[in-house]
């Protein structure tokens, strides 16, 4: 295998050395041969010692995603190779047959930088969303059909990083024949309806399924709001466990509507109210005082410059929901916001408690399922971070 030669400049080893799949441009001595976005590169050492395979862009800041650290082709055999060890960890998820959806591969987490592949039942979705990743898909699908048993592969490929790579959006069926939608799946016992190609991200928000198990453990007996509700599934989960009642807000229509499918699929009758509004004026304008209170916003920092503002949102949005908490409330928190730390979360929090004069007990920090694993040498793969709190 013969590709381009990119070398590290001596300062500038340290973390590629400790396993950080990302090369920034300003490592590299320099970035000659490389004349298309996402080109297959090898990595040396300034001493030239092999470092590993990867792809490359010549005009972004992060300019080498590492996909290997031995001698290997990036060929349909690697995939099979890289999904097998994926699927072998999510067995843990599909034991029993109780889910039978689930992340499959988890970008960087997964050692396949670019790529998301969430499973439903026997369609997967895919999301390449980088120029590395485009230039794999045909590899990376073959290998899927071969390690997974499906019905149709389709392609969700948007987002930030894609356009920033110089890509416009990708959107159908990659393999096979698109089942009637929205599909059904189940999770945990429960069933959900899922529109995989207009819904949010790949059309269910996965990464919160132990958290959902959670709530439903703190709902029994309760009066529980679900803001952000998107789909529905914290509410379905508090059911579930035993709510009074369940007030669910979601600015969008189209999502309230999918809520009432939910509730319909699992055959529940607890009272449930559904409020298209958006979260933050019915916290201003509500008298309702709730027991639990689940927050899943959308994503307030997409940006790093944007951080400044997100913060104060974090700050409103837990202020105005410590004053629609009875006492000895839960509370569960959540930011999906990759440039948001957990202490910097925290502290919004922290601030809230002081001015709304609550005290805060923080039970537990949360993360997502174990089917979203991240690299010990990639922390910026966490992103989703959450607090579980007791509210005094």
Same mark, same amino acid.
């Given at each position: 295998?013969?590709?381009?030669v990119?070398?590290l ?6 973390? /590629?050395?400790?396993? !950080?799949p990302?090369?920034f ?5 320099n ?9 297959i590169?090898e990595v040396?050492?300034?001493?030239d ?7 490359a +862009? ?11 650290? #031995?001698?290997e082709?990036?060929?349909e055999?690697f ?12 067995d843990?998820?599909?034991r029993?047959g !109780?889910?039978?959806?689930?992340r ?5 987490g997964? =050692? ?9 039942g026997?369609t ?10 485009d =230039?794999?898909k045909?590899a ?7 390690v ?8 969700r490929?948007g987002g930030?990083?894609?356009? #920033?790579?110089g ?11 698109l ?5 059904e799946v189940? #999770? ?12 949010q991200k790949?059309?269910?928000?996965l ?5 959902? %198990? ?14 952000f509700?998107?789909?529905? %599934?914290?509410a /379905?989960?508090?059911a /579930?466990?035993?709510? =009074?009642?369940?007030?669910s807000v ?8 999918l ?7 699992n055959q529940?009758?607890?009272? !449930?109210?559904v409020?298209v509004e ?10 309702e005082m ?6 899943d916003?959308?994503?307030l920092?997409?940006r790093?410059?944007?951080?400044s ?5 974090y700050?409103?949005l837990h202020t ?5 908490a009875?006492? #000895? ?7 999906c916001?990759? +440039?948001v730390t957990?202490?910097w979360? %925290? !502290?919004t929090?922290e601030?809230?408690?002081?001015v709304?004069?609550r ?12 089917? +979203?694993p991240?690299?010990?040498? +990639? ?14």
């Amino acid at each position: 295998m013969e590709f381009p030669v990119l070398r590290l400049k001596p300062t500038r080893e340290r973390a /590629v050395k400790q396993g !950080h799949p990302w090369i920034f441009a300003g490592a590299l001595e320099n970035l000659e041969g490389v004349t298309e976005p996402g080109q297959i590169v090898e990595v040396r050492s300034s001493d030239d010692n092999f470092l590993g395979y990867g792809t490359a +862009h010549p005009r972004c800041t992060i300019a080498v995603r590492l996909f290997t650290r #031995e001698r290997e082709e990036l060929d349909e055999r690697f995939f099979q190779r890289r999904l097998s060890s994926a699927l072998r960890l999510r067995d843990v998820v599909l034991r029993g047959g !109780h889910t039978n959806a689930y992340r499959l591969v988890n970008g960087e987490g997964d =050692r396949l930088p670019g790529f998301i592949v969430d499973v439903y039942g026997d369609t997967a979705v895919v999301q390449c969303l980088t120029a590395g990743a485009d =230039r794999l898909k045909t590899a990376l699908l073959q290998a899927l059909i071969d390690v997974v048993p499906l019905r149709c592969v389709y392609e969700r490929s948007g987002g930030a990083v894609r356009r #920033e790579e110089g890509l416009d959006d990708a959107q159908g069926c990659l393999w096979g024949e698109l089942p009637p939608l929205p599909l059904e799946v189940c #999770e945990n016992d429960l069933r959900f309806c899922v529109d995989i190609v207009v819904g949010q991200k790949t059309g269910f928000f996965l990464d919160q399924r132990e958290n959902r %198990a959670l709530a439903r453990q703190l709902a029994s007996g309760g009066v529980v709001l679900n803001a952000f509700a998107y789909t529905g %599934a914290f509410a /379905v989960y508090a059911a /579930v466990g035993g709510a =009074r009642r369940i007030v669910s807000v979601e600015s969008s229509p189209r999502a309230a509507a999918l809520i009432s499918r939910q509730w319909d699929l699992n055959q529940l009758s607890t009272d !449930h109210e559904v409020i298209v509004e958006d979260v933050f004026t019915y916290l201003r304008n509500t008298s309702e005082m709730f027991d639990l209170l689940v927050l899943d916003p959308p994503a307030l920092v997409k940006r790093r410059p944007e951080l400044s503002r997100g913060t104060r949102a974090y700050y409103d949005l837990h202020t105005w929901a410590l004053r629609r908490a009875k006492p #000895e409330a839960w509370l569960l928190t959540f930011s999906c916001s990759q +440039h948001v730390t957990l202490p910097w979360f %925290a !502290h919004t929090l922290e601030r809230a408690a002081a001015v709304t004069g609550r005290v805060a007990q923080v039970v537990r920090t949360l993360g997502p399922g174990i089917d +979203h694993p991240t690299l010990i040498s +990639h922390p910026e793969g966490s992103y989703l971070k959450g607090l579980l709190v007791r509210l005094q």
